[in-house]
């Protein structure tokens, strides 16, 4: 009982003195996915202005790595010929182990950079239609 009323009695002297209190378990915040890949907007930017997609609902910008090994598309929500939030980051590496020109398709959440488990098979089919100028449509 005396072990009792010493643990309170400190506690309260350390909240009268201004010492920091044990704060709850906080869950921790999401780390960025490895492959995210970070500064890319102090990369190239591809296009002039938004590139916007009405038929898609969709807006994009495009930026390229120095090497251009890298490309990331943000992608936002276009409602009535206004650009909203962004949706999703899609990034194009160039890892040379696909059979896409050696391309490799990625998305992420814009917010916590982490990995989207989207389903890439549209990247690829779109980008397809580019395959003679190696899956991309803009000069860099």
Known sequence: ????ALAALSLSLASL???PQPVPDQPPEPQADPAFPQGYQGW???NAQTIVR???????ELFASPTAEVLVKEQYVLAGGEVGPMQKIAVMRKTG??????WTFLSFDPQTKTQLTDDTTACV???GLADGEDFVFSDL
């Not at 009405?54 to 994009?60: H, L, V």
């Not at 182990?97 to 050696?102: A, E, L, R």
């Open 17 to 19: 003195t201004g010492c």
């Open 125 to 127: 089919g779109c980008h």
């Open 97 to 102: 182990d696909t059979p896409h020109n050696g």
């Open 44 to 46: 190239q930017k591809i």
């Open 1 to 4: 009982m005396r072990l009792l």
């Open 54 to 60: 009405e038929d898609e609902g969709i807006a994009r």
